[in-house]
């Protein structure tokens, strides 16, 4: 449960107004003080994480928030960051502390329906409110959410709450396979893995670590190589089933790789796996469209060192260039910055998106779908620029 990566759990978000109990909520659930409670409004700031196994669903990661009715100048950019933990929530609880339902909790749900994440509302602090006084705010809630009534003080009803998480979590979450469905017991596989100045030192890097457990996982063999070894290692081994690169060596790879076998990347992999292939596949053809001095941006979804001829700072800058004849414009946003009017930009380059759930990726995918705006990823930019993507895409259209 500790090794599994936060993007892969399920993303249960708690909200509402302050002093609801919120963070106390947060502490029951998990058996944990992970999270500081008071009696003073406005205690959380910033928005507070925690994993657990949520037996017998799984890892799940929980997140506390800023109160939504929050004041002042401090207040309003705390109200953002709880805006902002919606786009990544596959699971919301919408706290009630003896105040009825009002606006604050209408503009939470009508975002959650929008985006179709499920919703439980939690009657917090049922030990200091009567029969009467109870029903009285239930008559406000929406018929169609579930109710369950707690005290997370004392942690009565928290077990009724687990259950009802794993009842209503998404029937979907992170089913998506990302190599599943495209091989058989004993295939080879053959993963190119560059190590260069980006590469981590003494580790791979999460996609790569992801798709090798899933080859593994499909009683397939993998073959990790170097883009230097690659040729010499394909005359060693049967034909393989599939080539997957890291996408900085696409074009290397692709001149060695025989046309007869697949060959992909790792961010197209995660492309499928954490958003929408054919959008961020359309996107890419805006490409083509780029005239001088149009804008890009340029989003990661974590923050790290920039090293030397870091692919998103140097690597695709000069890689635009080369195939638009064109000083573009670029901006870059790193981890949950994103902008919420992206309106003057001509196309959007995602990462792989490999530290974010999948409702968060998606997320980024249907604003830009919202404002018209072009979005792909890195892999699949990267398969563009280098005349390659209709092969590189290939591979799934036999999927499933």
């Keep these: 449960m500790q090794t599994t990566p936060i993007s892969n759990r399920l993303h249960i978000g708690i909200f509402g107004r302050r002093n609801a109990g919120k963070s106390t909520l947060l502490n029951s659930i998990v058996g944990q003080n992970t999270a500081i409670t008071s009696d003073q409004p406005g205690t959380t700031t910033d928005p507070v994480y925690k994993t657990m196994e949520l037996i017998p669903f799984g890892p799940v990661v929980i997140i506390d928030t800023a109160g939504i009715d929050d004041q002042g100048d401090l207040g309003e950019l705390r109200i953002k960051k709880t805006i902002d933990i919606i786009d990544k929530t596959d699971l919301a609880l919408i706290v009630l502390s003896g105040n009825s339902w009002g606006e604050e909790e209408n503009e939470l749900y009508l975002r959650f329906i929008d985006k179709k994440t499920p919703i439980i509302v939690i009657l917090n602090k049922i030990d200091q409110y009567s029969a009467d006084q109870l029903n ?10 579930q109710q369950i009534t707690v005290s997370a003080l004392t942690n009565k009803g928290i077990d009724t709450l687990k259950d009802a998480i794993i009842k209503n979590a998404p029937e979907k979450f992170e089913t998506t396979s990302i190599i599943k469905d495209l091989i058989n017991p004993n295939d080879y596989v053959v993963l190119v893995v560059p ?29 990790t190589v170097k883009e230097t070894e690659l040729e010499s290692v394909l005359l060693q081994i049967p034909k393989p089933k599939l080539v997957i690169t890291d996408s900085q060596a696409f074009k290397q790879v692709a001149k060695i790789v025989p046309p007869s076998v697949a060959l992909t990347s790792f961010s197209i992999l995660f492309a499928r796996h954490k958003g929408d292939l054919d959008i961020l596949v359309r996107g890419a053809a805006a490409l083509d469209q780029l005239s001088g001095n149009d804008k890009v941006l340029i989003a990661e979804a974590c923050s790290h060192h920039i090293g030397k001829d870091d692919i998103a700072r140097e690597k695709l800058p000069r890689w635009l260039k080369q195939y638009t004849g064109h000083n573009l414009q670029i901006n870059y946003v790193n981890g949950n910055d994103f902008p919420s009017d992206i309106n003057e930009y001509k196309l959007v380059i995602h990462c792989g998106a490999c530290m974010f759930n999948r409702q968060g990726f998606m997320s980024r995918i249907m604003k830009a779908e919202a404002q018209s705006v072009p979005i792909t990823n890195f892999g699949v930019c990267i398969a563009k620029l280098m005349g390659i993507l209709d092969r590189a895409v290939s591979v799934f259209n036999n999927s499933e």
Aim: glycine share 2%; aromatic share 2%.
């Design 195 to 223: 190590i260069d100045y980006e590469a981590p030192k003494g580790r791979l890097i999460l996609p790569q670590v992801q798709v090798l457990r899933e080859v593994l996982d499909c009683n397939a063999i993998a073959v």
């Design 136 to 145: 009285a705010i239930r008559s406000t809630i929406p018929a169609d959410l």
